[in-house]
Structure formats: structure tokens, C-alpha cells
């Protein structure tokens, strides 16, 4: 079974610009990524989507492989990440390269564990899902939801639930934004399909990074991260 990673790093990051290569740790948070890809020994290949020389540059000091530039129509603010890994499978196959299964492992991810990366892959092949990626739990029960009008009156959501016992609320999950686990025979319009699975991650593994505010607490739970596995 070939296995595929791929990395999507384009270089036109808005909220915290190059944020893709901004220094984590004494190096670029992309590094983090394709290093815990490379130690995992689960891949045939790492390669990194990019439409940015500085970005490639430093992909392949770091041992990802560029060998496709990303277009630009993929590289704008509307491109989706399926585009992207369409785009990748399908410049593969253009040189007679062909993978069962690819890993999207995001740039910006460097909370990422190799353990969780193998779980993943082995909850997708034992369940036979088209996809598998991290969740955590919302941190506040979303059944006790409010909305708010512009006179600032607030209302729930869902009022029935206003006398239940937050222990009572079925736990929900979100999308952890790290890495997804796919068959690439499966996968058609979208990487969460009706036949997917996950893997729970806890709230200190698990950071998305789109503010200052958000990677100061990304560098905490690194640090923490780092404390409590030693």
C-alpha cells in the first residue's frame, strides 16, 4: 500500500501573514509537520503543495519533497483544501505515480504526535473508512447555545434544554484541523464523508492557530506538551 503525505502550505496567509514559516521553536512551524511525517516512517512519500519559492525552499531543507508547484487558481483565498489534494493526486498520476492512501497534514499543526498519526491510519484501514481525522469536545456544552440581537437581547438556541444539567448534554465533537487520513479511491467532494471515522484528542493537543493570541497559546501547549512526555 503506497501512502502519500501532503502538506499544503501556500504563502499567502492573511490573519498572521507567512504564517506558515514563521519561527515556532527555532524553526519554521512547516518544519514540525514534515518532521513528525518523515519520523513516523508511515509514508513513501512527503511532499509539500506550494505556489511560494521561499516556502519550497525550506520544505526541502527540511527533507519534503516540491516536485509540482501549486497553480494559481489553487493558490487564492477561494481554493479549498480538496482542491488542492486533487490537484496533488492528479500531477502524481501524470508521472505514472499512483498512492492508496494520503495523509493531509497541515502546515500550521505542531501539536501533531506521531502515535496519533498511526492511529489514524490504523482506524481507517481495520474500519475500512474513505477518511479518519482528530476531534476534541466543545468545551462549553453547544445546547446551552445563545444568540444575540444588535439591541444586545439574548435568547438560547435551544430552549428546551434551559433546566437540564450541563452532565446530562450529550458531548459533541469538532474537527481538530490537524491532519486527515483519506483513501484516495474514496474521496470524492469532501475529506468528511458518511463513512468516516475519528480519533479523540484532549484540548492541550490540539491548537488552531489563526491570531496572535492563538499561537502564544499553541507555544504554551507545546511547552506543556513537551514537560509531560519527558
Known amino acids: 500500500m503506497k501512502k502519500l503525505a501532503i502538506i499544503p502550505a501556500r504563502g499567502g496567509s492573511k490573519r498572521i501573514p507567512r504564517k506558515n514559516i514563521k519561527s515556532f521553536f527555532g524553526k519554521p512551524i512547516i518544519a514540525h509537520s514534515i518532521e513528525i511525517a518523515l519520523s ?50 492528479h500531477s502524481y498520476r501524470t508521472i505514472n505515480r499512483d498512492f492508496d492512501y494520503a495523509c493531509c497534514i497541515y502546515p500550521a499543526a505542531p501539536l501533531i504526535k506521531q502515535k496519533h498519526l498511526k492511529e489514524g491510519l490504523d482506524i481507517l484501514i481495520s474500519n475500512d473508512f474513505d ?16 444568540t444575540i440581537d444588535d439591541n444586545h437581547k439574548v435568547k438560547m438556541v435551544w430552549p428546551n434544554y434551559l433546566n437540564t444539567r450541563s452532565q ?7 474537527d481538530a484541523g490537524q491532519w486527515y487520513w483519506f483513501n484516495t479511491k474514496m474521496i470524492t467532494d469532501s475529506l468528511f464523508t458518511s463513512n468516516s471515522g475519528t480519533l479523540v484528542l484532549s484540548e492541550n493537543e ?23 512526555n519527558e
Open 131 to 146: 477518511s479518519t481525522f482528530p476531534a476534541i469536545a466543545f468545551g462549553y456544552p453547544i445546547w446551552r447555545g445563545l
Open 168 to 174: 446530562d448534554l450529550e458531548t459533541v465533537y469538532h
Open 40 to 89: 513516523s516512517e508511515l509514508f513513501d512519500e512527503v511532499m509539500v503543495s506550494t505556489e511560494d519559492d521561499e516556502i519550497a525552499e525550506i520544505a526541502i531543507k527540511y527533507g519534503a519533497k516540491v516536485p509540482f508547484r501549486r497553480s494559481g487558481k489553487n493558490a487564492n483565498d477561494y481554493a479549498t483544501t480538496i482542491d488542492v489534494i486533487f490537484e496533488v493526486l
Open 206 to 228: 490540539v491548537q488552531d492557530i489563526d491570531t496572535l493570541s492563538d499561537w502564544n497559546l499553541t507555544e504554551l501547549k507545546y511547552k506543556l506538551n513537551k514537560y509531560t
